[in-house]
DNA sequence: TCTATTTGACCACT
DNA sequence: AGTGGTCAAATAGA
């Protein structure tokens, strides 16, 4: 699944890059080449997660009774992903920075003691793609509305740069077993890959828990139909990716507090 | 003095 | 054995 999160964000780089080559009105050829590039790497991407899909909904059909299942955790988690990313890099394009989030999902999970020193394989987990500041710090990914205390960093192995360590500071007074881990991606220092562990159970936050409208640099009904618009231009069908058509799917929702709830 | 960060070491998982 | 996640002592800063 990272592999094609990682595809599919190198594709967004590719379009952004794409983009460029329109704005500096560069020859049809090296137009043709980036566009081949950009349908290559997303026609890749596509077909695996297809693949994918495939395979968890046949093991859904093998159990027992199903459970009407709407959107499953995958299929959310690579939405917010998707449209987190293209959120930021709209945000960023309008010199706006917006460090909305909130995918806190399920209860959450504890330790029992003795604390483990690896994560559990199926404890809950969210990634998230984050642009960094263009300006001030540029080391660490925007705020999120949470306070974090770094517990440590590592040097990842086929990564230029160290992933850093987070829990919530409120972890030991109120056992909150909230977790993010942060690193930067190596085909673009300017985003970094947010992982969420466990939800919070403490609901302290930095700053306001939701942003008002008045900062919100588009307005979510035009913005959700333009991120639709451009899935769709990038995945062609985009049932086939993602459930956009799902009764039960509310791609607004994902973005708290920019006005989702509010407008009619 | 208290809290957060850094960083080497330890440990679990594959 | 290699790698990633966590611990905990040392250190820095408020």
New binding site residues.
């Given amino acids: 699944m990272e592999e094609i999160m990682s595809m599919i964000f190198s594709g967004i780089n590719l379009v952004k890059e794409l983009e460029f080559c329109i704005s500096a009105q560069e020859s049809p050829e090296s137009l043709s080449t980036s566009l081949g590039s950009v349908s290559t790497l997303f026609g890749d991407a596509n077909e695996r997660l297809k693949i994918l899909l495939a395979r968890r909904n046949a093991y859904v059909l093998t159990q027992p009774e199903p459970k009407p299942v709407p959107m499953s955790d995958l299929d959310q988690m690579l939405m917010q992903q998707i449209e987190y990313g293209l959120m930021q890099d709209y945000s960023l394009r309008d010199g706006v920075m917006q460090g909305v989030r909130n995918i806190d999902s399920g209860p959450s999970c504890g330790f029992s003691t003795p ?5 559990k ?1 199926n404890e809950e987990e969210e990634t998230v793609f984050v642009a960094a500041a263009r300006m001030g710090n540029r080391d660490t990914p925007p705020d999120d509305n949470h ?12 990564s230029k740069f160290p ?3 987070y829990r919530c ?1 409120h972890e030991k007074l109120y056992k909150c077993p909230a ?1 993010k ?1 942060v690193q930067r991606l190596d085909e673009d220092p300017y985003t970094f890959c947010v992982t969420y ?1 466990s939800s919070h159970t403490c609901h302290f936050f930095t700053t306001s828990p939701i942003p008002s409208t008045a900062n919100t640099a588009t307005t979510d009904g035009h913005y959700g139909s333009t991120v639709v618009n451009m899935a769709e231009a990038l995945f062609g069908n985009l049932d086939s990716v993602v459930p956009f058509g799902e009764p039960y799917f509310n791609y607004r929702s994902l973005f708290h507090g920019r006005g989702g709830d509010g407008d009619t």
């Fill in positions: 604390r483990p020193r690896r994560r394989k306070t974090w205390r770094k517990y440590g960093q590592k040097d990842i192995l086929g992933r850093a360590y500071t977790k881990q562990r």
